[in-house]
């Protein structure tokens, strides 16, 4: 039993280019501007997941593949993101502790 509607070729990727549409003027606005800068990975994945719901209103068992090949295939990039984020923040801590009075 599929829970999720099934829509017309045409219907899903009108809906999924206003829906992103919709979210790149969001992340245009000065907050979106600061949300992306500060956390890509994020919005990356919050696009992907906007694409796959559009791509399961035509074909659930094809978005559900997709999402498995981009788990697999982002989960890598987002670890190394955080990794990158938690260095950026230490190298931070440590100039202004090792510069303070300066």
């Known amino acids: 039993m599929n829970l ?4 017309p070729i045409y219907a899903a990727v009108g809906g999924c280019l206003l829906t992103c ?5 969001v992340l245009s606005t000065k907050r ?11 919005m ?9 719901a559009w791509m399961a209103t035509v074909n659930t068992d094809a978005a559900w593949l997709a ?3 981009f788990i697999a295939g982002g989960t890598p990039m987002i670890l190394r993101s955080l990794w990158l984020m938690h260095k950026h923040q ?13």
């Open 90 to 102: 230490q190298e931070t801590m440590d100039y202004l502790r090792n510069n303070r009075g300066e």
């Open 4 to 7: 999720i509607p099934q829509l």
């Open 21 to 25: 549409g919709v979210f790149a003027a």
């Open 67 to 69: 999402l498995l090949f």
């Open 44 to 52: 990356v994945v919050a696009g992907v997941c906007i694409v796959l």
């Open 32 to 42: 979106g501007q600061e949300a992306t800068l500060n956390y890509t990975w994020v």
